[in-house]
Every structure is written in structure tokens, then in C-alpha cells.
């Protein structure tokens, strides 16, 4: 049944025919569409610019949800808003989520599923220390230094070589993606 996508996907991106399914089904289900509404309620949340608005949504929709006959579909998102409060709605200083991270670490455990016999903490160590996989970045030259040893007839290579020494930044998520999918990990 593809159709049930239809209750994930927000109201605003519905269809003509998707919209109609909906409202078919809200207009029989009673509990059905409480629970969609309080989906809806908690997704209204995050679309408003003022993180005080943000808090004041959250607590309104909390409120209504756990005097909610769908207080137990919605209890462990409660509960993980609540511990991870200050994360969470960190989200209205930068606009920014951990879902990137999440579909990474969720590649990793559909590679630890596909049976190569890895724990999760194997594959990830696997994956942070691979040297294949970390972005490097080599500082400029340094053309202080050299102007300085040649102006100055001291010609000092430890002053001006410092160009060799490279930064790791840590493994690039694209190649680390490109590898999974591929399997070479």
C-alpha cells in the first residue's frame, strides 16, 4: 500500500489526489486524524524564525498531545525532545540539524546488516580511521617567511617549508557515502 506514504508526507506537499485520500481518511478515522494533526502541529513548530515562538509551539503542542488519546504514538519524541532540549532547539540559532549525520550512521548499520560480520563500533572506527577517506587540506605557502629570508640573506627552511604540513579535516562525508554504496568499506 503506497498510499500510506500520504500520511508522512506534510499537508502542504500533497497532491490534488493525495489531499483527497487524506481528508477521506481523517473524515472516517477520528484517531487517525488526531494523530495526523498532532504530526502536523509538531512539524508547524520548526517553521516558525523566532526560537521564543519555537519554544511557546513546542510547549502548546506538548501539552496537547499528552492529554491526547495519541499520547503513546507520540510519547518517545516527547521524551527525546525533552532530554535533548538545548540540542534540539539549538536548531533555531543555525537552521541546522543532525540529519546528515543520521543517514550516515544509518548507512553504516545497513552495512552491518548486509552480514560482513562488523559491530556498529567496528564499522565506525573503520570508517574514522580510514586515510583514504579523510579530507586534507595544505595550508599556502608561506610567503612571509620566504620574503623575510630573502630580504634578510637568512634563509631559515624551517621559517619557510611550513607549506608541507597539511590539516586533516577528518573523513569526507561524500567519499565516505560513495564508499558504502559502492560496498568498498
Known amino acids: 500500500m503506497r498510499e500510506r506514504f500520504i500520511l508522512l508526507k506534510r ?8 489531499s483527497f485520500l487524506l481528508d477521506t481518511w ?12 498532532l504530526k502536523e502541529e509538531f512539524y508547524w513548530i520548526w517553521d516558525t524564525p523566532d526560537p521564543d515562538e519555537g519554544h511557546l509551539r513546542y510547549s502548546q503542542w506538548r501539552h496537547r498531545c499528552m492529554s ?9 519524541l516527547v521524551r527525546a525532545v525533552d532530554n535533548w ?7 533555531f540559532d543555525k537552521r541546522l540539524t543532525n540529519a546528515y549525520t543520521d543517514s550516515i550512521n544509518s548507512i553504516i548499520r545497513q552495512v552491518e546488516r548486509m552480514g560482513r560480520g562488523y559491530s556498529f563500533d567496528s564499522l565506525r572506527a573503520k570508517i574514522l580511521f580510514n586515510e583514504k577517506l579523510h579530507k586534507k587540506r595544505k595550508p599556502r605557502f608561506n ?3 620566504f620574503n623575510k629570508a630573502m630580504l634578510y640573506d637568512t634563509f631559515n627552511w624551517y621559517e619557510v617549508n611550513d607549506h608541507d604540513i597539511t590539516d586533516n579535516l577528518g573523513v569526507d562525508f561524500s567519499t565516505l ?3 558504502l554504496e559502492k560496498g568498498d568499506l
Open 177 to 179: 557515502i560513495k564508499n
Open 11 to 18: 499537508k502542504h506537499d500533497l497532491n490534488e489526489r493525495e
Open 26 to 37: 481523517l473524515g472516517n478515522l477520528p484517531a487517525l486524524k488526531e494523530a495526523y494533526e
Open 68 to 76: 491526547s488519546n495519541s499520547k503513546d504514538a507520540y510519547k518517545d
Open 85 to 91: 532540549h538545548v540540542e534540539i532547539f539549538n536548531y
Open 143 to 145: 610567503s612571509s617567511a
